[in-house]
């Protein structure tokens, strides 16, 4: 595809269930981030994949979220035991190579919402 | 504790004339700098960067000046058109991180740009 895509793009669920969001890069991108962006803030950063490896998790704020990316290419982000604060949008960027002056392209967001 | 800072929540102008959004920093060791625009229910898309070795970039109607001594930078758009209506984001990367180019955001300010 053209740009990053996420599905799905609104995911409704209850406390303490299990969800999971995909996030498709850009074709030949190399790096990866998922941010997430609660109501009235900007993103903040989760975790960055360069390739199949985590490079960085430090932004993942508890053991109840977990990220993959096995081909490194299509990745997604797993959230446990659900709670209503991780009620956010979850926004996936990509970028052809690491390191600076490489722009970060951002997918359009999946909107969880825990109830 | 915010690093990156954007003071003022909205900004309304006239079409036509010149929009300046303001963002301030606290971390020393931010190398490159981006602005990012946002609509609802969409992504940020990148709008324009500056490396910390720069004072000034332009592209087309968007200038973006940083003040490294003053931790300042600013974002110009000249002339201001309806279509630019939205929430405008700085962001910073840090040398500190290597590769992983992580994203510091502002908390955003909402230009409305009337007719």
């Known amino acids: 595809g053209a740009g990053v895509s996420q599905t799905p793009s609104n995911k409704v669920t209850e406390k303490g269930k299990y969800v999971e969001l995909r996030c498709d890069p850009i074709?030949?991108?190399?790096?990866l981030y998922w941010y997430r962006q609660s109501l009235g803030q900007g993103p903040e950063f989760l975790i960055y994949f360069q390739g199949t490896g985590a490079a960085d998790d430090s932004g993942l704020p508890n053991d109840r979220f977990f990220a993959v990316r096995p081909e490194g290419s299509v990745s997604t982000l797993k959230i446990q035991r659900t709670e209503r604060g991780d009620s956010a949008v979850y926004l996936c960027a990509s970028s052809l190579r690491q390191g600076v002056g490489n722009e970060q392209f951002f997918g359009p967001g999946t909107r969880l919402t825990v109830l | 504790d915010q690093q990156v800072k954007q003071n003022s929540p909205s900004l309304s102008v006239q079409e036509g004339r010149i929009s300046i959004l303001n963002c301030d920093y606290t971390n020393s060791m931010f190398d490159y700098f981006l602005w990012y625009k946002k609509y609802p229910a969409e992504g940020p898309t990148f709008l324009i960067s500056i490396s910390s070795i720069k004072d000034k970039n332009e592209d087309g109607r968007f200038t973006v000046f940083l003040n490294k001594s003053a931790k300042h930078l600013s974002l110009h758009i000249v002339p201001s058109q309806p279509g630019d209506s939205a929430v405008y984001f700085c962001a910073a990367s840090s040398r500190a991180a290597g590769n992983n180019r992580k994203l510091i955001w502002g908390l955003g300010t909402s230009l409305a740009v009337n007719p």
């Open positions: 074709s030949g991108h190399t790096a």
